[in-house]
Every structure is written in structure tokens, then in C-alpha cells.
């Protein structure tokens, strides 16, 4: 496990210094040639077409490298949270509590879904709180009664679609933020490695966030989270919607 993750960090770092080195290229040739146009040969009318052809072919380059970048980027930061491998995090009002449905409803979540295997609470935002620029957002809480439950599973996408389309909106939902809440006794390898198997795609103002918490006993909460830095403002929302639910002893 180790072994690839730190080769798909070479990799993607490989990808990305190979995109600025092109980028920086380019923009060098473009230098020299604008230099022996406007200072040395200004009546070479060849010059003065390969010139505009390479602003041309600039500007496709610039959109190429920024659409490859985002992916990079965003791969870089989830292999980034991994390696700096925070511990759990102790927390005040464990899932199954009052308290915790206490915090849902001051936190505007309402019930939306329960099945066999989950329960779902949904809080509408026209703007995310805590950060700017963002539109408007669905949060979802799930309460998982199946530790088996996948992020991904099929009946829980249902459920939540049902969800969404139940709702009125006065705008388009832009961003879908999503805390899943598991619980053990105890925490190993093969818990922590599925809490590592988060949703986080964000472009401009938006997104899709899903991130897997794992409580562990009633005093303990495990989510993939940075230090400091973190990949995107809609994963910081997440995350500290987080901490205030669990009443957490360290907070953002």
C-alpha cells in the first residue's frame, strides 16, 4: 500500500513538473521570438505569422494544462492527507446520542431517508457557511447501520437522489456536501484504509464532497483530514460541520 501510494505521488509530481516545464518553454520561445520581431527583423512578415500562430497555440496550451492540472492537484492532496496520517480526534457527543441529534437539528439538519442499513438528515444552504463565493448546496448526514455500507452503494445513491429530488429549491444545487458516520469498537488497518476512500471533487464554485467518519468507542472520531492545508473550501466546510456535530475538542 505504501509502496504505490508514494509511486503515485512520483508519478502525478512527474506529470506536473512536465506540464510547467512545457508551459515555461512555450512561453520562452514566444519571449525570443517577440524580442527578434519588434527589436531586430519588424518587416519579416514570416516572423510575424509563426508569432501570432504561437499566441494562438499559447492560449490552447494554457486551457490544456490547466484541465490536466486539476486532477493532479487534486490526487496530490488527498496522497498529501494521507501521509500526514492525523490521528482520530476526541469528541464530546458521540453518534448515537441525544446530544448528537440535538446538534443536527441546531445545525438546520432535517430527516430525509431510513432504511435497514442507513438513516439520512439534509440541511439546504443558498451559501455554504464559513467560506465565500460558494451557491447553493445540499449537506447530507449519514448514519450508517450497516458498518458494511460503501460510500458508493447503489441503494444509498437511490435514496439520496429521492431525497434530492423532494426538495424545493429556489436555485440550482451547485455542491453536494456528504458526512457518512460509522462506528467500532476499535480501530485497524482495513477501517482506517476505507475511510481513505473519499469523494473530493471540486471545480471552481463546485463540488462533490463524501467523507466516511469513523467513531471509535464513544470518545473518538477518525476522518481524513490535512493540517493545515486543505484541498479545497468545501472539504474545510465539511470537515468542520464535522467538528461542531461531534463537539469536538480541536476545532478550525
Not at 490547466?66 to 496530490?76: G, V
Not at 472520531?221 to 492545508?229: D, I, T
Amino acid at each position: 500500500m505504501a509502496k504505490r501510494l508514494i509511486s503515485n505521488q512520483a508519478n502525478l509530481k512527474q506529470k506536473r513538473r512536465f506540464i510547467f516545464l512545457f508551459i515555461g518553454t512555450y512561453l520562452l520561445f514566444i519571449s525570443i521570438l517577440s524580442v527578434l520581431y519588434f527589436f531586430v527583423y519588424q518587416d519579416v512578415i514570416f516572423l510575424e505569422t509563426v508569432l501570432l500562430l504561437m499566441l494562438i497555440g499559447l492560449s490552447i496550451a494554457l486551457i490544456w494544462a490547466r484541465q490536466a492540472m486539476i486532477p493532479i492537484q487534486m490526487y496530490l492532496h488527498y496522497y498529501r492527507m494521507i501521509d500526514e496520517d492525523l490521528p482520530p480526534f476526541q469528541i464530546q457527543t458521540p453518534i448515537q446520542s441525544k446530544g448528537f441529534q440535538d446538534n443536527l437539528t441546531k445545525y438546520k439538519f432535517q430527516f430525509a431517508f431510513e432504511s435497514d442499513a442507513f438513516r439520512i438528515y439534509v440541511r439546504q444552504d443558498d451559501k455554504l457557511p464559513w467560506v465565500v463565493r460558494t451557491q447553493a448546496s445540499l449537506i447530507f448526514v449519514v448514519i450508517a447501520k450497516d458498518q458494511t455500507l460503501s460510500i458508493t452503494d447503489e441503494l444509498l445513491e437511490q435514496a439520496i437522489i429521492k431525497v434530492k429530488t423532494s426538495i424545493k429549491t429556489k436555485k440550482e444545487i451547485q455542491n453536494e456536501l456528504t458526512l457518512i458516520f460509522y462506528q467500532t469498537k476499535q480501530m485497524n488497518a482495513n477501517l482506517k484504509e476505507k475511510m481513505h476512500q473519499i469523494i473530493n471533487f471540486a471545480l471552481q464554485n463546485r463540488a462533490i464532497i463524501t467523507i466516511p467518519c469513523l467513531q471509535v468507542d464513544e470518545q473518538n472520531m477518525y476522518a481524513l483530514r490535512p493540517k493545515k492545508l486543505f484541498p479545497n473550501k468545501f472539504y474545510y466546510v465539511a470537515i468542520k460541520l464535522l467538528y461542531y456535530l461531534t463537539d469536538a475538542n480541536e476545532m478550525l
